[in-house]
């Protein structure tokens, strides 16, 4: 069975990142979601509700799953029997960086391939933190994070 992860920190999960994912299980028999607790990366949304907004907007999506993990994500990979990392590239910046992991990666654990998608061009602008920031100052997040989200993201972050 082929087994892909997508690990982020989905603060919360946007568009961008379902289009990822349902390209992702496209390719594999079963996608881990992977939201990451971090410590030193302080996140709005707590674990918990980042798992559940994903669990929320993923229902129905049959090779599809969504857990945490702590630690080190090459550690996670092979605990889960998994083949693959999989990520978004939206910008040049995006790549600096994930190549940077990716190569981190591969040296922690030679056997795990990190692949990588290139955003729609649609979502190329999207990240988590624009999201916040709209919702904060009461800007539409519409057509931005799932419907099924949307009310609760604006409950948790805006000003009424
Ligand atoms: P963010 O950068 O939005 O905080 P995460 O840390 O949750 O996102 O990112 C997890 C993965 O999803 C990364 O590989 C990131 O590049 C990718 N990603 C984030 N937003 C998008 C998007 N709009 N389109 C495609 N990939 C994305």
Redo the contacts with the bound molecule.
Sequence with gaps: MKIII??????PV?N??I??IIRAARLCDKLIVAVANNESKKAVFSLEERVELLKRSLAGMENVEVTSFTGLLSEFVKKNKASAII????TVS?YEY?LQMALINKSLSPEVETLFLV??IK??F????IVRELAKLGGNIEGLVPDCIKETVIKKLGNN
């Design positions: 997508y690990p982020g920190s989905f603060d946007t961008g990142h289009d990822i990520k978004g590239l939206r995006d994930e955003a729609d979502y190329s999207l990240s988590s933190s």
